[in-house]
């Protein structure tokens, strides 16, 4: 057994009504002045103004940055650390999916340590703590809630950039289920399969130890029972409770264990053609878990069971039933199934695989991949 180190470093509160505990734990870390930075979408449901009244009843001040958009650019990033040094906030609040906590994790590094975002792309180059940060999801699916990495659009390159740094994982996060009850249905379904592949690139990841794999597995357990219910029904708060933990499980996971390459190539899908990265991973995933399949010792057949509605014994198993099954989901869940569906085009293949090749989760695959590799797949996902 080859050697691992992990550890926990922030306080993670669940449970119907976790939001009312915002304003204790604002003061629990001295703030007095916070940022909420989210979405308009949000605003306009108006969930931001529920957590601003919130805030603002127990004697805290709260400004908000609300041009929070989907694959957030290095230029959004400037425009909302200007914002929160202008504010004179001690503490930021992330609401709503990754888009918001990537830009709240850049954030929190800018506003301690200045310079561009960019000065920090790569691995551990954020020199220390960051500004507090509290996530509060209202999606279940990115798990940026508890991971280590902030993934910022930049436009010049086509190219989703990475901050990975444990110093980015949030001080505290809200997991409070009733967030996420009145997401549509579409989202739900691209929020759930992006979590579910969290936990099962992690589950196969060559960094994957026995505390990222007790993640994992909690996270596709969960997932994997409840995916189905809460697309069909966000309002069930059983099945929204089981995707938020599971979701937040599968975080964990990956920021301990990595990914693969879904991840690796559904971020240039995204910054060439604006997919949503739950869908891009979505459509990727089974060529990818097919592919993989040389390199699966029997972690396949246990994905399977997880997944698997008929929970009844298999008999032969072999890898091509979880592509199949993975297929089957997809589709109960609306995914398309190839990326021409969704605007990809043959063109831009060799820039994008690129791309990809520069991804660490390329590097920890269970299965070796070479530039030619991942231009076959892109090539066989189109279809």
């Given at each position: ?217 909690k996270a596709m357990e969960l997932i994997g029972k409840n995916i189905r219910a809460y697309v069909a029904n966000p309002k ?148």
């Open positions: 057994m080859k050697d691992y180190t992990f550890k926990i470093p922030q306080e993670i509160v669940f449970g119907p009504g976790a939001l009312k505990k915002l304003p204790e734990l604002l003061k629990k870390i001295g703030s007095e002045k916070t940022m909420i930075l989210s979405d308009h979408g949000l605003e306009k449901v108006g969930v931001v103004n529920q957590v601003m009244d919130l805030v603002e009843e127990n004697g805290i001040t709260a400004y908000a940055f609300l041009d929070i958009q989907p694959n957030p650019t290095i230029e959004m990033v400037e425009e909302a650390a200007k914002a929160y040094r202008e504010s004179g906030a001690g503490s930021i609040v992330a609401l709503g999916g990754g888009s918001p906590m990537d830009v709240a994790k850049a954030v929190g590094v800018l506003a301690r340590y200045g310079g561009n975002i960019l000065d920090y792309e790569g691995a551990h180059l954020v020199p220390g703590a960051i500004e507090p940060v509290i996530a509060v999801p209202t999606t279940a699916g990115t798990g940026s809630e508890v991971t280590a990495f902030s993934v910022i659009t930049d436009p010049v390159r086509d190219y989703k950039l990475t901050v990975f740094s444990y110093e980015l994982i949030p001080q505290y996060a809200l997991l409070d289920p009733e967030m996420i009850r009145s997401v549509p249905p579409s989202i739900a379904a691209a929020c759930g399969i992006d979590a579910l592949i969290h936990g099962i690139e992690a589950y196969l990841s060559l960094e994957a130890s026995p505390f990222s794999d007790a993640m994992a597995e069930n708060m059983e099945a929204a409770g089981a995707m938020m933990s599971g979701s937040m499980f599968a975080g964990i996971a990956f920021a301990w264990a990595r990914l693969g390459n879904v991840h690796a190539m559904s971020h240039p899908v995204s910054a060439f053609f604006h997919v949503p990265h739950g869908v891009a991973n979505g459509i990727l995933l089974p060529v990818v878990l097919e592919y993989n399949g040389l390199s699966d010792q029997g972690r396949y057949e246990r994905i399977y069971h997880y997944i698997c509605p008929n929970k009844a014994p298999v008999k032969d198993f072999c890898p091509q039933m979880l592509v199949e099954e993975i297929k089957r989901l997809n589709l109960s869940l609306g995914i398309p199934k190839g990326l021409a569906e969704v605007g990809v085009t043959e063109d831009k293949i060799p820039q994008m695989a690129e791309d990809a090749m520069r991804s660490g989760n390329i590097g920890v695959n269970p299965r070796h991949t070479t530039l030619k590799d991942v231009i076959s797949l892109y090539h066989k996902a189109m279809k």
